[in-house]
């Protein structure tokens, strides 16, 4: 099992919708939850990063860790076809060892 | 303008044939780290650095070696290279302090071993 499990998809869903994307870790010593949108042919950027559990928001997106059921999510609202990516997931224990997901394919249609 | 730049872009190379990519940043940050990214695997940490001289192994450090003499630059050194670490690399700049997170990733280094 790996340590940060991630949907493939791809995900495909009409502008204006609402769109959650999901991870789940095994490691209950991971503390700091990233998540990464990556274009086609682009490096990983940084979205949203996330110290322990509860919720943060920044504009359209919010993120969102549950350490109780180990599940790590990112909510986009107002989805525009500019947010098709791949969106990724991570955690590491505070030490930078990092391990990410394995990425969702989104799909934004005009 | 914050910036990770990689060199060279684009790679291919034999087996054997030791190379090196090179990684700079412009941001004085304590922590950097190499990635490889293979389709359906995500990213993998090779190694990471959290500052100068100090190193470890990620997830999939085998074949690889690391240094980091200046606080602005994290080669990544194949010493053999084999066709299996035909991939695209990523090279990543990380500041983390007291609730602050920033992180640059570089445009990759795509990689083939024939």
């Known amino acids: 099992q790996k340590e940060v499990e991630q949907d493939p998809g791809p995900l495909s869903v009409p502008e204006g919708a609402i769109v959650s994307l999901n991870c789940t870790y095994s490691?209950?010593?991971?503390?700091?939850f990233m998540w990464y949108r990556q274009y086609s042919r682009k490096g990983p950027e940084l979205l949203m990063y996330t110290y322990s559990s509860g919720n943060k928001e920044d504009g359209r997106f919010t993120a969102q860790v549950d350490k109780s059921s180990k599940y790590i999510s990112l909510f986009i609202r107002d989805s525009q076809p500019s947010d098709s990516a791949t969106y990724l997931c991570?955690?590491?224990?505070?030490?930078?060892?990092?391990?990410f997901g394995a990425g969702t394919r989104l799909f934004v249609k005009a | 303008e914050a910036q990770v730049t990689q060199n060279p872009r684009y790679l291919i190379t034999v087996t054997g044939k030791k190379l090196t990519v090179t990684c700079s940043q412009n941001m004085n940050h304590e922590y950097m780290s190499w990635y490889r990214q293979d389709p359906g695997l995500g990213l993998r940490q090779i190694y990471y650095?959290?500052?100068?001289?100090?190193?470890d192994k990620g997830d999939v450090p085998e074949g690889y070696k690391v240094s980091r003499k200046e606080k602005r630059n994290f080669p990544l050194i194949l010493e053999s290279p084999s066709p299996n670490q035909t991939s695209l690399y990523f090279c990543?700049?990380?500041?983390?302090?007291?609730?602050?997170?920033?992180?640059?990733f570089g445009p990759g280094t795509r990689l083939t071993v024939t």
């Open positions: 990543a700049s990380t500041f983390s302090s007291g609730g602050s997170y920033e992180q640059y």
């Open positions: 650095s959290m500052n100068v001289e100090v190193t």
């Open positions: 991570a955690s590491h224990t505070g030490g930078f060892k990092t391990i």
């Open positions: 490691n209950s010593a991971f503390q700091y």
